[in-house]
Structure formats: structure tokens, C-alpha cells
């Protein structure tokens, strides 16, 4: 029945939106296409106009989202050299909490008033919010709030109720023209269906949505008064219920059908299914054929997300959440992350490297475990797990006048390694434990990255069998919701694909890893109040302001 039938996935990323071809029958990557977003990340001045943004702000335009609809999927659709007549769904994935204010029927407020930074969609790495995230989670611990051990804890910055709160106390008016708070995610799938919806992974992970409900009006009335109706701007009900036409809808589900003004963008047929949204990390899993309990799956890149499903319900401390049907119905699905990876090596060449990532990667390799005497702290970007605090920072400790940027670099390499053990010890101690450690990502390009990984977990690396794994993963959920399989594991056991144990830890060098891993975890636990690293950031706020 699938043979000769095709479904498209787009993924919209933190530069650039890609669409790849797949085949139903047995996922072949057929043709794809990439687009750059023209504004990639607002982080200084607001397109067009001379409004500067303050620190640890990053914003991007709705308009490059459509942008990779209407020229990427067309590419992608002919370099894949298939009848477009064939194509029977599309599915998308974002960036989370990627989330955006518009109007009811979902004009983006940056489009009425594009001088106003507070009008445009937030990006996930947007962590001016942290102050509101702190205030939220001091207020739920007092309270004893029953959905904050689902998130470790505390909940980010980087989620919806600590940017929203930060919309309503720095632009009141903004807040008050804001009729729908609305991941990207979402969005996109209104745009190409003319339906809202609010898929149950962004709803969970981003939006403090448990058992059926967000947090309650009379505690975010304690935080703001005006914040007391803040969820009559998102979904409300359970899962599967449909209120005021708003559904929040189960992950694999049929979203509604592609418009004719959606067919025109995309060239694709008008009527075919469209997925319900998802997260560009957690629809990986399908890519990998990563869907059952115990394989957690590490999507490198920029920064780094960790998505495991698991049969047990258990209160893992500094996750980024714990939810229901949250990657497949029926398991329950964790998240925790790094808040960057790749962008501290992007950063460390950018401002400082004389050679290239290539080069300082081929002088990294030739030393030996700990030949450079460092040890770092992988926070350059804030810490999402297991501390969720993005007012800390990075710190690199054991620089001589003899220290080199290629031991520099990789002992940046160590420490996000260092960070991804904190990550997988965290669960196994909490009671989840981790059956498999899967990689997907961009940063599966460096072989030697992989191997620290492997040697610093003390554990074999699969990976996964894709360069695009996010796009294949929201493929195989528009085969899902196109009727092509019965189920997200149907479709993922032949669509899906990974190599197991690709890369196998060396004894000794994990041995030699053990010694540098207890050092991290000594500066660790030495940082973690942030005292000092706090004090530093508001200096340097201060002096910038």
C-alpha cells in the first residue's frame, strides 16, 4: 500500500529550515533542500530599525519560517524527482520553546508593530527571562506546586510562562494585544492548515501542562495580578478535547489538511495530511528508531536535547520535564538538555582560533587524556540540566603561558561530554535508567567528539543513520497521520535508522576520564549556587546598560 508514496518533513532550526523527501515504504531520503533564514538570530537590533536589544535576547522573524515553506519544500520536491500528485503528508518540527504573540487569527504582532522587540517570537536561547523563571520557581516551591517535581525542580527561561511573564512586565501593551501565546511549532502547522492546534509535547514540555491542567489562576495571580488569565491565551481542557476550536492534539495525530494556499506555497497537493507539530529533539526519535523505554537520544548541534521514553514515572532532579505521551503515546517521555554544545566551539574559533575547527580538532587528537592540565565547565550558554540556571556561566580552569588553543578546545570538547554524564548518572540514580545512548545531530560530523563522548560516559554510542534527523523524524509522523502506519513505533521500526555501538569506549582512556570527570563535578558542585557568576553577569549588565 505505501509503495510509490512520499511525505515531506521540514525542519526549522535555529539558522535555517530544511525539507527532505522520504519514501513511505521504507524511508529512503529521496531529495532535500535547506533554506538560510535572511534574519537568522535577532540578537542586537530589530530588523530595519535602529532598537537595540538588551543582553541574553534572541528573537527571530516569522517570516523566514514561511520563507523555507515556499522555497524549500519545492527544492526539496525536485531534487527528489517524484510526483508531487504523490505526496500524501507533511510534517513539521521546531526549536522549543521557540513560542510568539498573535493576534486571534494568528497574525504575528511583529507584523502590526515591528519597532517593538517584545512583538517578536522569542527563540528558544532567548534568557532575559531568567529573573521571571527564578520568581516562578521560588513561588511554586513555597506553594508546594504538584507539577514542579515533573520539571525537575525549577522550570527555565526558556519556556513559555517565564517569557510570557516577562511580555506582561516589560510591555503591558504588547501583553494586552497578545489574544493567542503560541509556540512556533503550532504556528506553522495553522499556517498550513487554517487550524489551530496545540500539540501535546510543546503543551507539556514548554507549557506546564500536567494531568490535564496548567498551573492554577490563583498562583499566577500571586505572581501578577495581571497574570491571572494568562492561560485564556493557550489551549486549555485535556488531551483530545476540543475547546473554544482549540484541540490539544497527541503526537502522530492528523492536524488538519494542507490549504490551497498552502498547497501553492509548497506545490504539494492541496487536501494532504498535515501532522500535528512537534519538537525538533523529540520527533528525532522516530528518525533513530528510538522509541522504546530506555534509549535516550542526544541531539548535538548547536546545543544539545536528551529525549528518552521510559515505562516509569520518577522525579529526576534538574529535567527539563517528564511527560505523558510526550515522544510516543503510551510511555512517558524525558527531556533534559544542554543549553550549548556546538555554539561553544563556534565561539571559541570565532573569537579566538587561528585555525578552524578542523585543524584544532586534528591537533586536539594527538594528546593524551588530560595532557593539557584543564578542566571546564560546559555553562557558556546557561545550564538547562541538571542546575537550570542561564545566569551561570563558563569557567576554564588550569591555563598556564604554556596553554594552547587546541587544549583549549579540547577540554571544551570534555566538558560538554562531562555534561552530558552529570545528564545520564542524574536519571540512573533517580531510578530511570538508560539502556542506550543514541547520537543525532550535526556534531556526529567530528569523529573524535564522538569518541571523547563514548570514552567520558564509559558507554557505546549508536547513531543515528540520517544527516537529517529531525526532518526524517517529522516524516515518518506525517506517514503516521497520513494512515500510512498505524503507529509512531510501526513506522519508525521501517522507517527509522541507526547503527548500533558505532563507537565503542577505550578502557584506559575512560579510566583517564574518571580522574578529569571527578574534577568537573568538584567545580560543579563549587559554582552551582552561581554567587560568584551571578555578581559577574550583573556587573557586566551594569556596565553595558
Known amino acids: 500500500m505505501n509503495a510509490n508514496k512520499y511525505v515531506v518533513g521540514v525542519d526549522f532550526g535555529t539558522l535555517s529550515g530544511r525539507a527532505v523527501v522520504v519514501r513511505v515504504s521504507d524511508g529512503a531520503e529521496l ?39 515556499k522555497i524549500a519544500v519545492p527544492r526539496a520536491i525536485a531534487a527528489a ?7 500524501v503528508g507533511i510534517g513539521t518540527d521546531f526549536t522549543a520553546c521557540t513560542v510568539l504573540p498573535t493576534t486571534a487569527d494568528g497574525t504575528p504582532l511583529c507584523v502590526e508593530t515591528p519597532d517593538e522587540p517584545h512583538a517578536w517570537p522569542k527563540l528558544w536561547k532567548h534568557h532575559a527571562a531568567q529573573p521571571h523563571a527564578d520568581r516562578i520557581n521560588e513561588l511554586a516551591a513555597r506553594r508546594g506546586e504538584s507539577w514542579l517535581p515533573r520539571y525537575g525542580g525549577k522550570i527555565s527561561s526558556e519556556w513559555e510562562f517565564a517569557k510570557a511573564l516577562q511580555l506582561l512586565e516589560e510591555a503591558p501593551e504588547v501583553y494586552a494585544r497578545t489574544e493567542r501565546w503560541i509556540e512556533a511549532a503550532d504556528w506553522i502547522i495553522w499556517q498550513l492548515t487554517g487550524v489551530e492546534s496545540r500539540n501535546i509535547c510543546t503543551v507539556g514540555y514548554k507549557g506546564v501542562f500536567q494531568d490535564g491542567s496548567y498551573p492554577s489562576r490563583e498562583f499566577l495571580a500571586e505572581l501578577n495580578p495581571g497574570f491571572a488569565d494568562f492561560t485564556a491565551k493557550l489551549a486549555t481542557g485535556r488531551v483530545g478535547d476540543d475547546v473554544g476550536g482549540v484541540t490539544l492534539a497527541p503526537l502522530g495525530g492528523l492536524a488538519g489538511r494542507l490549504t490551497a494556499r498552502a498547497a501553492e506555497w509548497t506545490g504539494l497537493p492541496e487536501g494532504a495530511a498535515v501532522a500535528v507539530g512537534n519538537v525538533d529533539a523529540h520527533v528525532t526519535a522516530a528518525a533513530a528508531d528510538a522509541v522504546r523505554p530506555g534509549q535516550m537520544v542526544a541531539i548535538m548541534g548547536t546545543s544539545t536535547c536528551h529525549i528518552m521514553p521510559s515505562d516509569r ?83 576554564i580552569v588550569g591555563q598556564t603561558l604554556a596553554t594552547r588553543p587546541e587544549d583549549v578546545y579540547r577540554a571544551l570538547i570534555e566538558s560538554t561530554a562531562y555534561g552530558a554524564r552529570m545528564i545520564v548518572e542524574t536519571f540512573e540514580r533517580s531510578g530511570v535508567p538508560v539502556e542506550e545512548f543514541v547520537v543525532a545531530g550535526g556534531l556526529l560530523k567530528n569523529p573524535f567528539l564522538m569518541q571523547v563522548y563514548a570514552d567520558v560516559l564509559r558507554r557505546p554510542l549508536s547513531v543515528i543513520g540520517s544527516d537529517q534527523g529531525p526532518a526524517l523524524g517529522s516524516a515518518i509522523h506525517a506517514a503516521v497521520a ?48 552561581g554567587r560568584m557568576l551571578h555578581t559577574l553577569r550583573a556587573i557586566r549588565n551594569e556596565a553595558s546598560a
Open 482 to 529: 497520513a494512515g500510512a502506519y498505524p503507529s509512531i513505533e510501526e513506522a519508525a521500526a521501517a522507517m527509522g535508522k541507526r547503527t548500533e555501538r558505532a563507537y565503542e569506549p577505550d578502557p584506559a582512556r575512560a579510566d583517564a576520564y574518571d580522574r578529569l570527570y571527578a574534577e568537573y563535578r568538584r567545580l560543579h558542585d563549587f559554582f552551582a549556587d
Open 81 to 87: 524527482g517524484v510526483p508531487a500528485a504523490d505526496v
Open 313 to 395: 514515572l520518577a522525579e529526576v532532579p534538574g529535567m527539563c520535564g517528564v511527560v505523558q505521551d510526550g515522544i510516543v503515546p503510551g510511555l512517558w517521555g524525558y527531556e533534559a538538555g544542554q543549553s550549548a554544545v556546538g555554539d561553544i566551539f563556534g565561539w571559541f574559533v570565532d573569537s579566538f582560533g587561528t585555525e578552524g575547527h578542523d585543524e584544532l580538532t586534528a591537533l586536539a587528537e594527538k594528546q593524551a587524556v588530560g595532557q593539557h592540565g584543564l578542566v571546564a565547565l560546559d555553562w557558556f550558554g546557561g545550564n538547562r540540566s541538571v542546575l537550570v540556571d542561564h545566569n551561570l556561566s563558563g569557567v
Open 31 to 69: 531529495g532535500s533542500a535547506v533554506h538560510e533564514y535572511a534574519h537568522r538570530v535577532i540578537e542586537h537590533t530589530l530588523p530595519g530599525t535602529d532598537v537595540r536589544l538588551g543582553p541574553d535576547w534572541a528573537l527571530q522573524s516569522p517570516q523566514d519560517w514561511i520563507d523555507v515553506i
